[in-house]
């Protein structure tokens, strides 16, 4: 299989939203739209993408604001960890207390566990519980693609002075991503620029430490 991303920028949070799609059934899976609904579904139609279903790394306003739009321009399902709900029921109060517009919050479709998988057409997506930014943060794997929402950045790693968010609770996620990641995979975060494991081993400054707790579980 040979799959295609496509990132589209949303928000004033300058928020990464990406189309996942299958070259050859041209069915595709959309992560994360945050924002600006009628520019992802500019991006989906340009690609001839019949997109399948909505996946996201956690429900923070800035990565679900395009949500309830895009499932009805689409009639698709909308995906989401289960212990992301206490974030979820925040989302029109936090967009209140940023002065921006909001519409109702999303119907989530199915409530998925930790360490489970999701399959649409040919796309298979592995899913790794990596907490911490939020309760429910999930990573998504296929191929060599990594969609980490904002639990690790380039050159830095999500927040956790939010509500749900714990320092402690993130290390150990960034630790088990630093297990199951290989080097050279591409990692896609939630906002800024791709990157890889390779590059943040070396150069990332709340990664670096890090390298001696998981040198002890080898």
């Known amino acids: 299989m040979s799959i295609q991303v496509h990132t589209v920028v949303t928000g004033p949070f300058q928020e990464n939203s990406f189309l996942i799609l299958d070259a050859e059934s041209q069915e595709g899976v959309c992560i994360d739209p945050g924002d600006d609904p009628h520019t992802i579904a500019a991006t989906i139609n340009e690609h001839d993408c019949h997109l399948k279903a909505i996946i996201n790394t956690h429900a923070h306003m800035d990565h679900i604001g395009a949500v309830t739009a895009l499932k009805k321009m689409f009639d698709i399902p909308f995906y989401l960890h289960k212990e992301e709900a206490s974030i979820l029921d925040t989302y029109e109060e936090t967009c209140r207390l ?85 080097m050279d995979y591409n990692i896609h975060s939630g906002h800024g620029p791709d990157t890889t494991m390779n590059i943040e081993r070396k150069e990332n400054p709340f990664l670096i430490p890090l390298e001696k707790q998981l040198n002890s579980r080898l």
């Open 98 to 182: 940023f002065n921006l517009n909001t519409g109702k919050t999303p119907d989530v479709d199915y409530w998925f566990t930790d360490e489970s998988s999701l399959t649409f057409g040919n796309l298979t997506f592995k899913l790794f519980f990596t907490p911490g930014h939020t309760p429910g943060g999930t990573t998504l794997i296929i191929e060599d693609h990594v969609f980490v929402g904002d639990t690790l950045f380039r050159g830095s790693v999500g927040r956790t002075d939010l509500p749900g968010g714990d320092w402690k609770t993130l290390e150990k996620s960034l630790i088990k991503l630093m297990e199951i990641v290989p």
